[in-house]
């Protein structure tokens, strides 16, 4: 799975460079999406035995909405490029996510299953 996410992102550069375009107008769409693959991936993992409930992708669902909305209407497009997002924003973010899927799944984290990969 790693290896197919960083053949994506070097594809993805690749295409970029090749195409000439804007870093300033990648970079505004850089930094959601590696954003939302921080929070949401780590998220996923942890509940990943629910993943058979329309609840836990109802959540998912839900709170990639609000993900975007969040980075696309609330902040600043001179910010949104900043890397440093990924980290000031994914972590409270992969906080909520945990709360909110443990309180809709009626459940905690399936901390044995992630210890054994």
Known sequence: MYVVIALLIVAGAI????????????????TPILTAA???GFAAKAFWSH???SKFWGT????????AAMF???IS?????????VAIVGIPELFV?????????????????????
């Open 77 to 85: 497009p001179t910010w949104r490029w900043n890397p440093l997002l």
């Open 97 to 117: 996510l945990l709360v909110a899927l443990g309180l809709v799944l009626k459940a905690s984290p399936d901390r044995n299953k992630a210890e054994q990969h």
């Open 38 to 40: 921080f929070s949401f």
């Open 51 to 53: 993943r058979g409930e």
């Open 72 to 74: 696309f209407l609330v």
């Open 60 to 67: 998912l669902a839900s709170l990639a909405i609000a993900h």
């Open 15 to 30: 295409v970029a460079a090749l195409a000439d375009v804007d870093t300033d107008h990648l970079f505004g769409w850089v």
